[in-house]
Each structure stands twice: as structure tokens, then as C-alpha cells.
T-cell receptor
Framework: GDSVTQMEGPVTLSEEAFLTINCTYT??????LFWYVQYPGEGLQLLLK?????DKGSNKGFEATYRKETTSFHLEKGSVQVSDSAVYFC????????????FGQGTTLQVKP | ETGVTQSPTHLIKTRGQQVTLRCSSQ?????VSWYQQALGQGPQFIFQ???????GRGNFPPRFSGLQFPNYSSELNVNALELDDSALYLC???????????FGPGTRLLVL
């Protein structure tokens, strides 16, 4: 079945460092891909999305490009801030819009001043 | 625009009891999905409701059931609670046919 795999965390960075969180997926057809962020004690917030190959999603300085050839959707940010500390989830919506999202296990990011 | 809201925020139950969690969808949305997020894990899809009927279900037993009301709000019911049901339960709303889902803050359930 469809699945999402994220890099293990936690990822610890200094402020203004470059961030990459790896995400790869297994799916039939052409899923849509998402990154959600979860701050401590809160629900999930949509960060960005891409719906077809080579699309780039971007928001708040974060970017991710839908790479079908490598089945990847890595999250990047050029300069992280302490306020970016959170858990990041990669997710896919299977082809045919089944109404569900399939999530990775999450990657915790800690940014130190 | 009102976002997704859930109640209660926290709940403690004992094994074997039943629980009802509630969700109000974002204004204008007509589908509600429920997810279970165990500690340190990603959310797992339980089911989705559209037009007051179940519209897809994940790998959860029948003791997990739901309702959707005419105003698109929803309930998640769990019978015969087990210790492993302890988790954060997330509700998400969307428009049918659109893949982006918007999540509420969750209800944290502890089963003792």
C-alpha cells in the first residue's frame, strides 16, 4: 500500500542554518504531497503542498519540490529561526482522492539561538 | 472564517468505557475526517464522513464509529476502550473533491 518515510529526528540546528528534512513515498499513480507542521500542544497546520510532478510548494520560506523520478518531497528552508522548532510531517493523498491522508512518522526540529 | 474546533481538549477514561469526541468543521466545508495520533507517531486515518455517511475507512475496528450532522459537525465514538486507544484524536475538514484537509487542535484521550 501507499506509504511515506521521513528521516529520523530530532534534527538540531543553530539559528540561520540551512534545513533539509527528507521525505520519500511509495504510491501508485499520481498522489498529491503535503507538508504539515505541529507546534507543541497543537494540531496540524498545512505548510505547503504540490499536486503534480515538478511542482514546487512554498510558504513562509519553506520549499519542497515533487520529484516523481526519485519519489521524494524533501522540505528545505534557507535560514531557520527558533520559532520554526516543531514536528514536521510529510503526507500524501492517494490517487483518486480517497479522502484520506497518509502520514510519515514525523521529524522533530529543534532550533537553538 | 471559523476554523476547525474540537471538544473536549482532554479526557480521561478507564478501560472498557465508551467515549464521544466532537468536531465542528471549518465554515464552508462538507467533509470531516478523523485521525488517531499515538505519541511520537504520525496521524492514522480512521474514517471520513460526507453527507452524513461514512465515505472511507482506515484499518480500525468497528468499535470506532462516527456520525456527521446536517450542519457538517461530527462525532467520533469509541466503545470498549483499550489502553492502546490513548492518543491525540484529530479532526480535519475539507470540501469534497479537494485533497487539502484542515485540522483542529485535537482531543487528547488517556485510557487508564
Amino acid at each position: 500500500g501507499d506509504s511515506v518515510t521521513q528521516m529520523e529526528g530530532p534534527v538540531t540546528l543553530s539559528e540561520e542554518a540551512f534545513l533539509t528534512i527528507n521525505c520519500t513515498y511509495t504510491a501508485t499513480g499520481y498522489p498529491s504531497l503535503f507538508w504539515y507542521v505541529q507546534y507543541p500542544g497543537e494540531g496540524l497546520q498545512l505548510l505547503l503542498k504540490a499536486t503534480k510532478a515538478d511542482d514546487k510548494g512554498s510558504n513562509k520560506g519553506f520549499e519542497a519540490t515533487y520529484r516523481k523520478e526519485t519519489t521524494s518531497f524533501h522540505l528545505e528552508k534557507g535560514s531557520v529561526q527558533v520559532s520554526d522548532s516543531a514536528v514536521y510531517f510529510c503526507a500524501l493523498s492517494p490517487s483518486g482522492n480517497t479522502g484520506k491522508l497518509i502520514f510519515g512518522q514525523g521529524t522533530t526540529l529543534q532550533v537553538k539561538p | 472564517e471559523t476554523g476547525v474546533t474540537q471538544s473536549p481538549t482532554h479526557l480521561i477514561k478507564t478501560r472498557g468505557q465508551q467515549v464521544t469526541l466532537r468536531c465542528s468543521s471549518q465554515s464552508g466545508h462538507n467533509t470531516v475526517s478523523w485521525y488517531q495520533q499515538a505519541l511520537g507517531q504520525g496521524p492514522q486515518f480512521i474514517f471520513q464522513y460526507y453527507r452524513e455517511e461514512e465515505n472511507g475507512r482506515g484499518n480500525f475496528p468497528p468499535r470506532f464509529s462516527g456520525l456527521q450532522f446536517p450542519n457538517y459537525s461530527s462525532e467520533l465514538n469509541v466503545n470498549a476502550l483499550e489502553l492502546d486507544d490513548s492518543a491525540l484524536y484529530l479532526c480535519a475538514s475539507s470540501l469534497i473533491g479537494q485533497e487539502t484537509q484542515y485540522f483542529g487542535p485535537g482531543t487528547r484521550l488517556l485510557v487508564l
